[in-house]
């Protein structure tokens, strides 16, 4: 995280910058395998972190010798990803997902060069794929630092706590405090989830 992004909160946000001083440097990142984060975020979808991270492993060992493909995907009956803790819904959408690799209805390999607004309608044409799962999908896969999830209720547990607000915020309250955070607003998410585990 470089100086010009602390600089900015400094300006624009004093919650948001005592949260980068009590957590240090954040480092957004980003993944070039498109269909291995999709499906991580998928079954990562409602769960907490420690239980997504479990059913992960456990999908992984689905693949012993190959990468997570789609035809491999294809290729592994529905009740076998659904005995490793998998939901139905979430097989289902794994299934489509790969189904729709295959077909080239949804093309990962240029997805990068896609706007914000053009990933998300792209990847929600995926059954079980919303628009948190495709937000997910460009902070911490394609590593884009302007993005924000208004429907993620631990951001918004977040803010209520860093805020000290009575009563849960409102998508219009989030909006207004955070159109200050831009172009940064993928780290501001960052640290208020960050801050739910102080």
């Known amino acids: 995280m470089n100086n010009k992004i602390l600089v900015h909160f400094q300006k624009v946000d004093p919650h948001i910058s005592s949260l980068i001083q009590a957590i240090g440097p954040i480092t ?9 984060s999709l499906c991580r975020e998928i079954i990562g ?12 492993t456990r999908f992984l060992t689905l ?16 009740y076998d990803i659904r ?13 489509d997902l ?14 990068d060069r896609l706007k914000d607004v053009d990933v998300i309608s792209h990847l929600t044409r995926v059954k079980g794929i919303g628009p948190w799962t495709a937000e997910m999908f460009l902070m911490f896969t394609l590593g884009r630092e302007d993005v924000f999830s208004f429907g993620d209720l631990g951001l918004r547990k977040a803010i209520k706590n860093l ?13 207004k405090i955070s159109k200050p955070w831009s172009p940064y607003r993928t780290y501001a998410a960052r640290y208020l989830w960050r801050s739910l585990e102080l």
């Open 45 to 56: 979808q409602q769960l907490s972190g420690k239980a997504a991270d479990a059913i992960f």
């Open 28 to 36: 957004i990142e980003k993944s070039n395998d498109y269909f291995f």
């Open 98 to 111: 790969a189904q729709q690799v295959i077909d080239k209805k949804l093309v990962l390999e240029t997805i």
């Open 163 to 175: 805020y000290a607000l009575k009563k849960d915020p409102t998508k219009k309250y989030i909006q």
């Open 63 to 78: 693949f012993p010798t190959q990468s997570v493909s789609p035809r491999r995907i294809n290729t592994i009956p529905d």
């Open 83 to 95: 005995a490793i803790g998998v939901s139905w819904a979430k097989v289902r959408s794994i299934k």
